[in-house]
């Protein structure tokens, strides 16, 4: 399936072979030819997590860019995206727009991985989700609303719109600054993605201060 710059790294155990001067195009991250547009007020370097509930290799990634998100500066900000693939991939992705909708993204998002990786849960049926939202101070109406609005479906539809634009064929996949992504494959394990993508923030803020 698919604070400084230098306390981000350190923390990271960022070797010297994962430096900017030796990372390779092509071999531990792509260019994108065609940039997607970022989402983030100027200023801002943007660090794209694209992800699906189901993969258990994102489950897995967690520790890691979670570990890496608490160090990063305030220069830099995190956009989480669901992967849309059809079936129960855009299900999660609706229910990841609705929690933030309702404002309750940020407590419910490790216990959704939690839920479907540690206690088997699919999550896809919609009374089952609002149920799960409603362990979370909001009613299972409110759920139900937000997972069919409109606003959701559009949210959805723009987040399949830029996965396309970014060419992925899996998850999950880190990019930054809207141009550099970064994979499993490209970093060599789930532990290095967020260290090479660390290097890249780097990168881009070199580029911004010349």
């Not at 890496?68 to 900000?77: C, K, R």
């Not at 088997?120 to 979370?136: H, I, K, M, S, V």
């Not at 967020?194 to 070199?206: G, M, S």
Request: charged fraction near 25%; hydrophobic fraction near 40%.
């Amino acid at each position: 399936m698919f604070k400084s710059v230098i306390v981000a790294l350190a923390g990271l155990g960022l070797s010297a072979a994962v430096s900017a001067q030796t990372l390779t195009e092509g071999e531990d991250y792509e260019q994108l030819e065609t940039p997607v547009d970022t989402r983030v007020d100027d200023g801002q370097i943007e660090v794209t997590e694209v992800f699906w509930f189901g993969c258990p290799h994102c489950y897995r990634l967690q520790p890691a860019v979670t570990e890496w998100y608490d160090t990063l500066p305030e220069d830099v900000s995190v956009v989480h995206q669901p992967a849309t693939m059809g079936g129960a991939w855009n299900v999660h992705a609706a229910a990841f727009y609705a929690a933030r909708e309702l404002g309750i993204e940020e407590d419910l998002h490790e216990d959704f991985f939690d839920a479907i990786h540690k206690d088997g849960r699919e999550l896809t049926d919609t009374d089952e989700l609002a149920a799960f939202f409603a362990d979370y101070g909001v009613s299972e109406d409110e759920a139900r609303e937000a997972l069919g609005s409109f606003g959701v479906k559009s949210q959805v539809n723009k987040a399949h719109a830029r996965l396309r634009n970014m060419r992925l064929k899996g998850v999950p996949a880190l990019m930054v600054d809207g141009r550099y992504l970064i994979t499993p494959q490209s970093a060599g394990s789930l532990d290095n993605m967020p260290k090479i993508a660390a290097t890249l923030v780097e990168r881009v803020r070199d580029e911004q201060t010349e």
